[in-house]
């Protein structure tokens, strides 16, 4: 079972990744099996002409939202 973060709680890795766009305004869980900057939740799929970078959480967070996706800080969805 995986480990989830609600915006509200603690993000259990000081690690995430978000889109290079001078738009982006979301972070996302690395996926962990990949090999390349990419979020864990299907955002990557939808976008395939983003290109996404591995980023301090801490240090983009006071400008940044958690993605909301079950599968990075979400909560399950109902």
Not at 14 to 20: H, L, Y
Request: proline share 9%; aromatic share 8%.
């Amino acid at each position: 079972m995986s480990r989830r973060a609600t915006a509200n709680a603690q993000v259990d890795t000081d690690q995430g990744v978000r889109n290079r766009s001078q738009y982006a305004d979301t972070l996302h869980r690395q996926d962990p099996d990949s090999d390349e900057p990419r979020p864990a939740c299907p955002e990557a799929d939808y976008r395939e002409d983003a290109d996404f970078t591995d980023v301090p959480i801490a240090a983009y967070r006071p400008h940044y939202k958690l993605c909301g996706n079950p599968e990075c800080f979400g909560r399950d969805w109902r």
